[in-house]
């Protein structure tokens, strides 16, 4: 579901306060947990409100802003490094990869009004789609089914299904087409 208008959030006590203690459980519990211990982060993000399917793997180095605000499918793996600043919500479909370094951001600024407000605009990831190592997403962007990003692009608008794009900004580099493997693996 993608939504076209912006939002002018204005971050509760509540809201806050559970940023608070999600910080102190991710550094305590969360970043400093092995690498195999997927199950361990995904009850820790499931208890601070995130949606997360079976089979995900989380890498203990990805810094997630607001657990309540994340949505993974099944499969979907984050890697190393990986910064979701989810001040709005952040789908993530089944099978999809976001590899090293990656910054997914949903939050910026109103740059035309003098008070500067925080803008947030949602971010979908549909399934099977590769974020390669580095890429920067701006809010309000959503990457399509199956597609490549290229490393160090830089995302600021939507992306069609089965392309592959590189650069920045983002600019389609090719069509994904999958071949089956004629070899045992």
């Not at 607001?66 to 990986?82: F, I």
């Not at 099977?128 to 990457?143: D, E, H, P, S």
């Amino acid at each position: 579901m993608k939504l076209n208008s912006c939002f002018y959030p204005s971050f509760s006590f509540k809201n806050r306060l559970a940023r608070f203690f999600w910080n102190i459980v991710w550094l305590v519990f969360f970043r400093f947990s092995p690498r195999f211990f997927y199950p361990w982060r995904w009850l820790l993000l499931t208890l601070f409100g995130a949606t997360i399917g079976r089979k995900c793997r989380i890498s203990p180095r990805v810094i997630i802003w607001a657990p309540w605000n994340l949505r993974l499918g099944k499969a979907v793996v984050l890697s190393d490094d990986v910064f979701i600043y989810n001040q709005a919500q952040v789908d993530i479909g089944d099978g999809a990869v976001v590899s090293y370094g990656t910054q997914i951001c949903t939050g910026s600024h109103d740059y035309c009004k003098e008070s500067f407000p925080l803008i947030t605009k949602p971010i979908f990831i549909e399934p099977r789609a590769w974020v390669c190592a580095q890429v920067f997403i701006l809010g309000g962007v959503t990457i399509g089914e199956g597609s490549v990003v290229g490393a160090r692009s830089v995302v600021t608008k939507d992306l069609s299904s089965w392309k592959v794009y590189a650069g920045n900004p983002v600019r389609a580099a090719n069509t994904r087409i999958l071949v089956e493997s004629t070899t045992k693996e």
